[in-house]
């Protein structure tokens, strides 16, 4: 049948043979591609920030308490606060009852709390016993080296500064009741840094630093 309208029908032809609607198919295609390539991305980028999440964590030292600061590391000899000295004593006691003593060579002579250097020595090694055996970095081997050189090393000098020492020996008439060496020659320091900073080397001794020098000694070292 021949059509009324006199045209011709095409066979076999495609209905949407717009340009248009070609070219916009093709865009839709490649949007589509972009799109599945960035929804990749994401996950790989999501991926990465929990790996980082995860590594600042560990990073990033946990008090025992969450509600806690971590503890400062406080010198004895150094304190300055009766209050806080007050209750570092107290628990320095508590722990030399708990564990310090309940070791062989852990009883201490009455005036320990009469020498400071003690004090010292017995504080540090609290610390480093709490150290090896709680919070995030304790580990067996921090806890081997307290017992086989920490707490030895503590105990042996202790027992060398102290020897038979007790309380009366404190009293004004005893030979423990005496303070501490002052630091000899502490008006030279300026003059050593200096010619140290100077020169590269210390300066020679002036006569008058000879005798200061030498009653130091007298006083402090030579019996």
């Known amino acids: 049948m021949t059509p009324t309208n006199g045209s011709h029908p095409t066979h076999g032809a495609h209905p ?71 209750a570092d004593l107290v628990d320095l006691i508590d722990w030399i009852d708990a564990v310090y003593v309940r070791y062989p060579g852990g ?44 707490r030895p090393g503590v105990t042996r000098r202790i027992t060398a500064a102290l020897g038979d020492c007790e309380l009366s020996r404190h009293l004004p008439a005893g030979d423990r009741h005496q303070p501490a060496a002052p630091v000899p020659l502490a008006a030279a320091a300026a003059q050593v840094a200096e010619h140290w900073t100077t020169h590269r080397h210390t300066p020679t001794p002036t006569q008058q630093q000879l005798a200061e020098a030498d009653q130091h000694d007298r006083a402090h070292l030579r019996t």
Request: glycine share 4%; net charge negative.
């Open 16 to 86: 949407l043979q717009d340009p248009r609607l070609v070219a916009l198919g093709r865009e839709l295609e490649r949007a589509t591609r972009r799109l599945t390539t960035v929804e990749a991305l994401t996950g790989q980028l999501d991926l990465m920030l929990r790996q980082l999440a995860a590594d600042v964590t560990l990073l990033v030292p946990i008090p025992d308490d969450a509600d806690e600061s971590p503890a400062l590391v406080r010198s004895w000899l150094a304190a300055e606060d009766p209050t806080q000295a007050s």
């Open 107 to 150: 009883a201490l002579p009455s005036c320990w709390l009469w020498h400071p250097a003690v004090v010292e020595e017995l504080w540090w090694l609290r610390h480093t016993h709490h150290g090896a055996y709680h919070g995030p970095d304790a580990c067996w081997r921090d806890v081997a080296d307290w017992h086989d050189r920490h």
